[in-house]
T-cell receptor, first 113, second 111 residues
Framework: KAGVTQTPRYLIKTRGQQVTLSCSPISGHRSVSWYQQTPGQGLQFLFEYFSETQRNKGNFPGRFSGRQFSNSRSEMNVSTLELGDSALYLC????????????FGQGTRLTVV | QQQVKQSPQSLIVQKGGIPIINCAYENTAFDYFPWYQQFPGKGPALLIAIRPDVSEKKEGRFTISFNKSAKQFSLHIMDSQPGDSATYFCAAAGNTGKLIFGQGTTLQVKP
């Protein structure tokens, strides 16, 4: 069974630009969550989608948004990039919402210059 | 109340030793406690998880101990190996999919 696939693996963007990251969950999984990982703040929850609906949102500004498609694939978008947005963005896939096993992809390393 | 506190920040043990990583939480609504292992350049990998209705769970060389009254849980790695050198994260979740992570413990197992 294929794991969680995130693309691209690496991105370099300039301040003020926007970026879109993609996540394909494990086949059959309908829940996708996004996390930001930085050395200073650790792993922080961004949002969760299930059946194309956002079920939960973390404490991030509105510049961070996401969506989920009917095939469960998800994208997250960051607009007006800031230097502080440089991080590893991780996607996690679960079979359902709530206290179930979550499997992470390898992440997208975003560098904002 | 949403925090999960993890200690120590770093840990060095000899091969064969038993590193122990501890986590504490405040929110009594949490009822799912997974541990993740992360190698450099990789995403976190689910190692083992426990729910509050049991006090201990073993999977291979990894054991979670859970103390509901103290709101604490810990990871023990038996017969540790150099290949176990990684960063370990505890986490907690309630009735949503939102995982609250500890700050991580960098483990080094010396040959």
């Amino acid at each position: 069974k294929a794991g969680v696939t995130q693309t691209p693996r690496y991105l370099i963007k300039t301040r003020g630009q926007q970026v879109t990251l993609s996540c394909s969950p494990i086949s059959g999984h309908r829940s996708v969550s996004w996390y930001q990982q930085t050395p200073g703040q650790g792993l922080q929850f961004l949002f969760e989608y299930f059946s194309e609906t956002q079920r939960n949102k973390g404490n991030f500004p509105g510049r961070f948004s996401g969506r989920q498609f009917s095939n469960s694939r998800s994208e997250m978008n960051v607009s007006t990039l800031e230097l502080g947005d440089s991080a590893l963005y991780l996607c996690a896939s679960s079979s359902q919402v709530g206290r179930t096993e979550a499997f992470f992809g390898q992440g997208t390393r975003l560098t904002v210059v | 109340q949403q925090q999960v506190k993890q200690s120590p920040q770093s840990l060095i043990v000899q091969k064969g030793g038993i590193p122990i990583i501890n986590c504490a939480y405040e929110n009594t609504a949490f009822d799912y406690f997974p541990w993740y292992q992360q190698f450099p350049g990789k995403g976190p990998a689910l190692l083992i998880a426990i729910r509050p209705d049991v006090s201990e769970k073993k999977e291979g060389r990894f054991t979670i101990s859970f103390n509901k009254s103290a709101k604490q849980f810990s990871l023990h790695i038996m017969d540790s190996q150099p290949g176990d050198s990684a960063t370990y994260f505890c986490a907690a979740a309630g009735n949503t999919g939102k995982l609250i992570f500890g700050q991580g413990t960098t483990l080094q197992v010396k040959p």
